[in-house]
């Protein structure tokens, strides 16, 4: 945790690396597990243009004008079927576009769920599904077809 929140690390073994500086000799999968255990996640880094493992912590003393920001960079897709609206993201992006949703406090979203490239928002009502994806694409200047 220390050096995450005193370095940008990038990836994995950016991570790996670190620790095997500090005499923590580890392998990536067991830095993978980590990961998840410790529920990091990734942001934009303060260049605008690498991703960066921050801690919860972290993330929510971030503004959400920077998740909102984020989340309008590494949009590719909208889809939905039923009440489950899937985004795709670029690759390492969904954790923290996920977030940005969750920040937002929709009464229409339920909740998330996010993998490395694509997350899933969950709808209380199929009815709402579009107001919410129309919100989406405003916040995101992602539409179909673009």
Do not use: P
């Amino acid at each position: 945790m220390k050096i995450i929140k005193e370095k940008e690390i990038e990836n994995q073994e950016e991570l790996v690396s670190e620790l095997e500086k500090q005499g923590i000799i580890v392998t990536q999968a067991t830095v993978s597990r980590d990961i998840k255990e410790l529920r990091l996640i990734k942001i934009l880094c303060d260049d605008g243009k690498k991703y960066k493992y921050a801690t919860r912590e972290t993330s929510e003393s971030v503004t959400l004008d920077k998740f909102l920001s984020l989340f309008s960079k590494v949009i590719i897709d909208i889809d939905y079927s039923g009440n489950i609206i899937a985004v795709k993201t670029l690759s390492g992006a969904a954790s923290s576009a996920a977030v940005a949703i969750d920040e937002l406090n929709w009464k229409e979203i339920v909740g998330t769920v996010a993998g490395n490239n694509t997350f899933f928002i969950l709808i209380d009502n199929v009815n709402n599904v579009q107001e919410v994806i129309k919100r989406l694409q405003s916040i995101s200047n992602f539409h179909k077809g673009k």
